[in-house]
């Protein structure tokens, strides 16, 4: 924070400095913006701006636009943990924040192992079961719960 208050103390001081500048010796200062602005040996007072700098303002608009979406795009994709760059793709807090690996509070900053992620599939879905009132068999394989068979319809006959 007190970084961000020299860099901000900084930006006032070289504002006044070059304001001050300006003031103390207009002429050559005005003559520059002229000539930068396009609006010096015209024939016109307005011509040279909106035919040289004024002519550029909606391309301005343009970027600023296309700015805006990239800025907005990254704000919905990356990691929700500040100053972090990441793609987020874990939600967590119930889908209200999308973290990456690193910040998600259930992998500790590492990349979630295979058995982290089965250990967290098993609570899910033991979560589930608790919210719903059923009973979920947690040695059983996920695959095999779609759809129970009764222990007698397909095997041989004894
Ligand atoms: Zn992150």
């Known amino acids: 924070m007190r970084w961000r208050l020299a860099l901000l103390i900084v930006g006032l001081v070289a504002v006044v400095a070059l304001v001050v ?38 391309e301005f608009g343009i970027i600023g636009v296309i700015g805006t979406a ?38 500790q900053g590492r990349k979630p192992t295979h058995d982290l992620i089965e250990r967290l599939h098993r609570e899910h ?10 009973s979920v068999d947690l040695q059983r394989p996920v695959t095999a719960s779609a759809a129970p068979v009764a222990p007698d319809a397909a095997g041989p006959v004894a």
């Open 21 to 58: 500048g300006w003031v103390l010796d207009v002429h050559p200062v005005n003559h520059w913006l002229g000539v930068h602005l396009g609006i010096v040996n015209e024939p016109g007072p307005y011509y040279g701006f909106w035919s040289g700098f004024g002519s550029d303002l909606a």
């Open 70 to 107: 990239v800025y907005q795009l990254v704000k919905k994709f990356n990691c929700h943990e500040p100053k972090c760059l990441r793609v987020g793709t874990h939600p967590a807090a119930g889908g209200q924040f999308v973290l990456c690996y690193r910040h998600h509070p259930d992998y």
């Open 125 to 134: 879905l033991q979560h589930n079961a608790a919210l719903h009132g059923a």
